[in-house]
């Protein structure tokens, strides 16, 4: 119902400052919970991000299993999917392991989908896809007049629904190389609380702010009125 983007790799690796960017994840997907979300996908390392120092780089990894762990018996309980988008073939072994077994474990859950962005970038994503369909297509598994309404399924989101909401933390006014082609006609809102601050009344302004707005879609108002009569 929304899908929260934020700069969470800011939040993980290893100083105080980082630490309570874990705890905005736990407040953040315990509030969405709560109120019904039922898709949460929180933007945690970016294809960019690999540039960042090394030492980062491997604090994240040890955080993210740490986190992992420790939410698995939450996510049994609370009936919370784990989910992955990106290239995540580049994380180390380890990292692939425990994300794997999460993965696995809590597959059969449904009442919210807990989506991490790991190793992603939305233009990466979108050449993966568009590479994927043309081998389909030279395969002689889909026409090429299907491939318009086929495009959406190669993507990494293919059983996941296009944001309602993207919730911009940190006094950022970019979306970052973050679900380009997803983000048509999701409504926007940004904020300067920084993301180890961000926590659930944050979440709640945005989301009222969410629903007061008239979301369109490429309609006029009369148009808007006529198809909810």
Known sequence: MATAGGPVSDGFPGSPGHREGVRSVDKVVTACREIGVSALTLYAFSMENWNRPPAEIRALWIILREYLKRELERMMRENIRFNTIGWTGDL?????????????????????????????????????????????????????????????????????????????????????????????????????????????????????????????????????VSHKG
């Not at 993965?103 to 449904?110: E, I, L, Q, V």
């Not at 994503?125 to 369909?133: N, W």
């Not at 919730?167 to 190389?177: K, P």
């Open 92 to 224: 180390p072994p380890s990292a692939q392991q425990v994300l794997a077994e999460i993965k696995t474990k809590t597959a059969r859950n449904d009442r919210m989908t807990l989506t991490l962005a790991l190793s992603y970038g939305s233009r990466q994503e979108i050449l993966r896809a568009v590479q994927a369909l043309c081998e389909a297509v030279e395969k002689g598994e889909i026409s090429p007049e299907d491939v318009p309404q086929r495009f959406e399924g190669f993507l990494d989101t293919a059983d996941l629904p296009d944001p309602d909401l993207l919730i911009r933390t940190s006094g950022e006014r970019r979306i970052s190389n973050f679900l380009l082609w997803q983000l048509a006609y999701t409504e926007l809102y940004f904020t300067d609380v920084l993301w180890p601050d961000f926590r659930a009344p944050e979440l709640y302004r945005a989301i009222l702010d969410y629903q007061s707005r008239e979301r369109r879609f490429g309609l006029t108002r009369e148009q808007l």
